[in-house]
């Protein structure tokens, strides 16, 4: 995904305010993991919302709708489950002794049994993303502008 934030103009000495974000493409998959920190720096500026199980990013020109698969904590890579957080993840290795006792983890890479994301992931719709997709000819990202209105 290729973003961009709009300032409006502002006088010398003063901090501009943001006027839109432009959206340039949403990158080669519809897959996006989003950070902690980004969305809740969107969700104060106002150019991000959650409702539900979606992640609605406010861009021009029209507002994105991701469905969020799984916020940031521990998951249990056996079975799924969102697990209970804890400073040292002691509740998610409960969880694997107790529920998967002398089963090795699915992923060599995670051989704990469970992964701890700080961030969520999630999918944009398909009809959006083939919209907004990267386009293999594309030489320099455009950012579509919006329309002053002088009246």
């Known amino acids: 995904m290729l973003v961009k934030r709009i300032y409006k103009g502002a006088r010398e000495g003063e901090t501009p305010e943001l006027d839109y974000v432009s959206l340039a493409h949403t990158g080669v998959s519809p897959e996006q993991n989003f950070s902690v ?4 720096e969107g969700l104060g500026m ?3 919302e959650i409702v539900e199980d979606e992640l609605i990013f406010h861009v021009h020109p029209e507002d994105l709708h991701y469905v ?3 916020t940031p904590g521990r998951y249990c ?3 799924g489950e969102k697990l209970t957080d804890d400073i040292g993840g002691q509740m998610a290795r409960l969880h694997v002794a107790t529920k998967h006792a002398g089963v090795p ?3 060599a890479s ?3 049994g469970y992964v701890a994301l700080n961030h969520f ?3 944009l719709n398909d009809e959006q993303h083939e919209k907004y997709r990267v386009k293999q000819a594309a030489r320099a990202p455009h950012f579509p502008l919006k329309e002053i209105n002088n009246g």
Do not use: Q, Y
């Not at 920190?37 to 809740?40: F, I, R």
């Open 46 to 48: 106002g150019i991000m």
């Open 105 to 107: 983890s699915p992923s």
């Open 121 to 123: 992931e999630c999918v």
């Open 110 to 112: 995670d051989p704990s």
């Open 68 to 70: 969020i698969k799984r």
């Open 37 to 40: 920190k980004l969305v809740t």
């Open 77 to 79: 890579l056996h079975c």
